[in-house]
T-cell receptor, first 115, second 110 residues
Framework: DAGVIQSPRHEVTEMGQEVTLRCKPISGHNSLFWYRQTMMRGLELLIYFNNNVPIDDSGMPEDRFSAKMPNASFSTLKIQPSEPRDSAVYFC?????????????FGPGTRLLVL | DAKTTQPTSMDCAEGRAANLPCNHSTISGNEYVYWYRQIHSQGPQYIIHGLKNNETNEMASLIITEDRKSSTLILPHATLRDTAVYYCIVPTGANSKLTFGKGITLSVRP
């Protein structure tokens, strides 16, 4: 089985540009999570979806960030406009069920650098 | 989430057991203890979880004290590939999500 797939793996962009990160969860998983990791703040949950519906977006830093899950096999995290402080590794994770008892499986991450 | 406290770092020799402690003194009766690890430049990986009884799988063992206020993750024969940050997490069931703290950095030396 393929794991969680994220693209691109690396992204370098200039301040002010739009950035779109993509995630394909494991087939059959109905919960999807977006995390951000920096040295200063560690691994932070941005948003999570259950059955394609956003359940908790309290971690989304500001209006420049938006996430969508149009179907069970695809999600995007968009930053518009991007700023240097958005530079981080962004991880997507998926889980089979809707409870914390199910294991989360993480993707390899997208390394974003905003110049 | 119930607060967890872990040492910042520890090391052990390759082939020896690595015992990683975690304190979670405010844990409630129905809250589980989870362990994940993150190898450098990779996404976190699930290791094990438990409620009251000790648990063992192909990766590790989890020992939970009788009062449930602390636990120890045991890697019985550590290898260089076990060098990673290990996170002890006690999620609050209502919100059904994991909150990662700083974790403990385990360095396995040859």
């Amino acid at each position: 089985d393929a794991g969680v797939i994220q693209s691109p793996r690396h992204e370098v962009t200039e301040m002010g540009q739009e950035v779109t990160l993509r995630c394909k969860p494991i087939s059959g998983h109905n919960s999807l999570f977006w995390y951000r990791q920096t040295m200063m703040r560690g691994l932070e949950l941005l948003i999570y979806f259950n059955n394609n519906v956003p359940i908790d977006d309290s971690g989304m830093p500001e209006d420049r960030f938006s996430a969508k899950m149009p179907n069970a096999s695809f999600s995007t995290l968009k930053i518009q406009p991007s700023e240097p402080r958005d530079s981080a590794v962004y991880f997507c994770a998926s889980r089979r069920g809707g409870t914390v008892l199910e294991t989360q499986y993480f993707g390899p991450g997208t390394r974003l650098l905003v110049l | 989430d119930a607060k967890t406290t872990q040492p910042t770092s520890m090391d052990c020799a390759e082939g020896r057991a690595a015992n990683l402690p975690c304190n979670h003194s405010t844990i409630s009766g129905n809250e589980y203890v989870y362990w994940y690890r993150q190898i450098h430049s990779q996404g976190p990986q699930y290791i094990i979880h438990g409620l009251k009884n000790n648990e063992t799988n192909e990766m590790a063992s989890l020992i939970i004290t009788e009062d449930r206020k602390s636990s120890t993750l045991i890697l019985p024969h550590a290898t260089l590939r076990d060098t990673a940050v290990y996170y002890c997490i006690v999620p609050t069931g209502a919100n059904s999500k994991l909150t990662f703290g700083k974790g403990i950095t385990l360095s396995v030396r040859p």
